[in-house]
């Protein structure tokens, strides 16, 4: 039944608010979300999360199709869809990849001003005066790059290089202790 309409029709149908023929799109391309989610290697536990959000990305092709393109609604979809989950695997890694520990953070809040200070002071024991001073004044001042440039009298490109090395040095301090 599901293959019993083409595409073109149950876009007619879905304009003229039918819930059957969107019932019946929807069951026609879960087959395609779910293969695009195994594509990716999306892992069994997020895999409702990425199956709705292609549910979604499927209504929303569905509302922004053209049927003058020359693409099929198919195709149409199908980037759609592997655009979004690759959005969504960018945001995740940097959420998941660029976070404090937890239990640093409790640790931290439970000492008093001078061993935070200390151990602040031993995370940039490795910094060179130009990395600390950049980090200093990106990370505990928040100013931006082109503000410490313009400080420092040097290029941006030297102050993006003074704040990765710091970050560097900063992260095996801490996987060192």
């Known amino acids: 039944m599901i293959y019993k309409y083409n595409d073109y029709e149950l876009l007619y149908l ?24 195994r594509d990716f290697r999306i892992k069994n536990k997020n895999f409702d999360d990425f199956f709705q959000e292609g549910l979604i990305m499927l209504k929303i092709a569905i509302e922004t199709y053209d049927t003058f393109e020359r693409k099929s609604f198919n195709k149409y979809f199908d980037l759609i869809l ?3 989950i690759k959005e969504i695997l960018n945001k995740e890694s940097k959420y ?3 976070v404090c520990v937890q239990e640093d953070v409790d640790y931290l ?14 995370l940039k024991r490795n910094l060179t ?3 600390k001073n950049v980090f200093e004044k990106m990370f505990e001042e928040n100013k931006d790059i082109l503000e410490i440039a313009k400080e420092f009298s040097c290029s941006d490109r ?3 290089n003074a704040i990765y090395r710091a970050k ?3 992260r095996c301090n801490i996987s060192n202790k």
């Open 109 to 122: 809040l439970e000492q008093s001003e001078e061993e935070v200070f200390e151990f602040d002071n031993n």
């Open 82 to 84: 592997q655009r979004k």
């Open 168 to 170: 560097k040095k900063i």
């Open 129 to 131: 005066k130009l990395e």
């Open 14 to 37: 879905i304009n003229e608010k039918s819930d059957d023929a969107l019932e019946i799109m929807f069951k026609k391309y879960e087959p395609l979300i779910r293969t695009r989610i």
């Open 158 to 160: 030297k102050i993006y």
């Open 96 to 98: 998941f990849y660029n």
